[in-house]
């Protein structure tokens, strides 16, 4: 049964909290009157386990090929997840870590420089790929330790509630993920994996591969056996998320100037559009079709299987409405109230 509570609006002229006090209000009022508050209903608002209402962590590795940390920062100022934590990583197409780190930097700085807030400092994470062990136990595997991983349990130790857990947004390896798992293995119990990656298959179910699946297939296998899991591999043509016609209409500030820098570099191509990840959560509607998979064999590509399977673990976003998530990211970018906080 769902349980409601009733709370008081703040006044008028009562000061806007930011995303921490008001999850640590959610809690404590949530607490008090035995489940959450979130608009007197604790479940959830599509198809997928998590939405709008759940802070993220962003986990990626090269800034310049998609927009998803442009997403993640207007989204978590005009109503959208609060972000908690950012981890970048290196990768095969963005091998220089520092080369990764300094770009995400420079994305936040010019963001704060516009008056947006609420958002961490990126932290690089190194971590070899996991491998696994003779014994093909998951409890066997040689741990990295790496500071992401560690990111992940701390922050998950801190912010997650148990009607209201943290999401691991990725659009790179899975690697810091399962790292966490290693280093504490009570953390899928408070974190969520939303993750741009690999592709559908003729049968309905996904193949871990390309993008992002074949970095690492140990770190997927850990991932989809221990934690609550979400592939997002529904893609779309990211080019049109900003056009020089929205870029004439965009204020003058240094985000702006960022991303008007950005867009000649955005690949051309659909796959590389890690900003699914962020919109299945924070796009309530962008989801169309998630039915529950369980990861099962491998694919003729010798990827990790997701199979269909109604009682499943995991979820598979297999349609989305692409438009959506282009005009929830024009209207957060044309609103005045966004750069005025």
Known sequence: MRRRCVVSPRGANSPMPSP???LVALGVVASACGGTLDAGDDSPRGPLPVDD???IILCNDGYQDNWQGEYAILLANSGGPALAGIIINDSGPWPDINANLAGWKKMVQAALDSHLRNIPDPIASVGLKLVQPSDSKIESTQPNNSAGANLIVNLSRKLARPYRPVVVVTGGRLTDVADAYLIDPTVPERVVVVSALGTTTASGGGEMGM????????????????FRYVQVSSYYDQPGDVTTDLLAQLPDNPFVSWIAKKQPQIWNDPRAADQVAVAAVAIKGYALLAPKVTQQGVTASKYPALVLDTAGPSWLVTSSASAMATSRLWNALLDPATFAQ
């Open 20 to 22: 921490w006090v008001a």
């Open 211 to 226: 993008p992002n699946g074949e970095m690492d297939n140990w770190a997927d296998l850990i991932v989809t056996k221990k």
């Open 53 to 55: 209402r759940n802070p």
